[in-house]
């Protein structure tokens, strides 16, 4: 452990966390108290989260504290401490408000597996498939519960906007499930519900971080606005690498949405142009499960249109969040907001 001075007062930093930082979704921190400031905030949301989905009930505890103990980028819960610095205090609330988010993030992620009835998680094996179906829903609504709890305490302007994110990825999901509708236009309907599935909890992230310390209206709509938009291009960036990286830069197999069957954004942009390619018309018509015609499908998309037009949506969306960083004051918190959007567009070339 190392020691910091936050606010006059003496904060813990575990080893490795600095690092950790430094290497998370493209973060770059070159002040070291903020640096040192997201650490100690973490390294507080991380025990907020053991503490809050701990059990007495074993079966409970193991199921719910599964996906806590394998980790993750925690990207959430930075933003809203990252966002809490255009404000001056509420550290407390701030923590808080930070861990309810990551419980949102992970109980979807429960749910999320049950959907795509996947077996592995963040490197570890899924709930669904250590236990079963059933467990992993529960243990999700057992989050969500958890989540609401911890917003109760920050006020009821706090419990009406996480309820409404509550309907906005619900709403996503049921979107995405069921398609668009005949007549919309597809690649708006992805776009939409990516916002909703997404953007609009790293929204909420740092809407939540500018309110509990306090910052300016304008700032917090800035920041809500930012985590929206941002949100929605970690998406479109993650399209864009399945199937662009090699698998030893993935950390896992390429063509992953290929093999289930998910339409993203290259190839809804591929399929919905005037004349697609043929042969990626006929591969993309049901999932993949041959090695060798996953293969050829990315090497097909990636000399394609759809991929081209991907990564210049990509870049609309790293400027549109860009922008919106102009509404706050220069600081260091700012530069780090503004290289998380270089960042997801760096990734992708």
Not at 57 to 76: I, Y
Not at 83 to 102: H, L, M, P
Not at 190 to 209: E, M, N, P
Not at 253 to 280: F, K, N
């Amino acid at each position: 452990m190392t020691q910091c001075r936050e606010g006059g007062a003496d904060v813990s930093v575990r080893e490795g966390t600095l690092d950790e930082l430094r290497a998370a979704v493209g973060l770059q921190i070159a002040d070291e108290q903020l640096l040192r400031t997201l650490a100690s905030g973490l390294n507080d949301v991380e025990d907020v989260l053991r503490e809050v989905v701990r059990s007495d009930v074993q079966a409970v505890n193991e199921a719910a504290t599964h996906l806590v103990e394998a980790g993750g980028k925690r990207f959430r819960p930075l933003f809203t401490i990252l966002a809490s610095q255009f404000g001056s205090g509420g550290r407390d609330a701030v923590i808080t408000a930070a861990a309810s988010v990551e419980l949102v993030h992970l109980a979807t992620l429960y749910h999320d597996d049950v959907m795509d009835e996947a077996t592995m998680r963040r490197g570890a094996e899924s709930v669904n498939a250590r236990w079963d179906n059933t467990i992993a829903i529960l243990t999700g609504d057992f989050l969500f519960a958890h989540a609401s709890r911890l917003v109760a305490d920050l006020g009821t302007d706090a419990a009406r906007i996480i309820a409404e994110t509550f309907g906005e990825l619900v709403t996503g999901q049921m979107r995405e499930t069921v398609g668009p509708a005949e007549g919309e236009n597809p690649v708006e309907h992805y776009l939409s519900v990516i916002g909703q599935k997404t953007g609009s909890l790293i929204a909420t992230a740092g809407r939540f971080g500018g309110m509990m310390s306090g910052a300016a209206p304008e700032h917090v709509e800035a920041l809500c606005r930012f985590g929206e938009i941002i949100g929605a291009a970690f998406q479109i960036s993650d399209d864009v690498i399945d199937i662009a990286s090699p698998s030893h830069e993935l950390g896992k197999s390429q063509g992953t949405d290929l093999r289930e069957g998910v339409r993203t954004l290259p190839i809804i942009y591929e399929l919905s142009a005037e004349d697609p390619d043929p042969r990626l018309v006929e591969l993309l018509g049901k999932p993949l499960t041959d090695d060798v015609l996953v293969a050829e499908a990315l090497e097909l998309l990636r000399g394609s249109t759809g991929l081209e037009r991907a990564r210049a949506t990509l870049s609309d969306y790293a400027r549109r969040a860009r922008s919106e960083l102009e509404a706050l004051p220069p600081s260091p918190a700012r530069d780090a907001c503004e290289s998380v959007a270089e960042y997801l567009v760096a990734r992708t070339h």
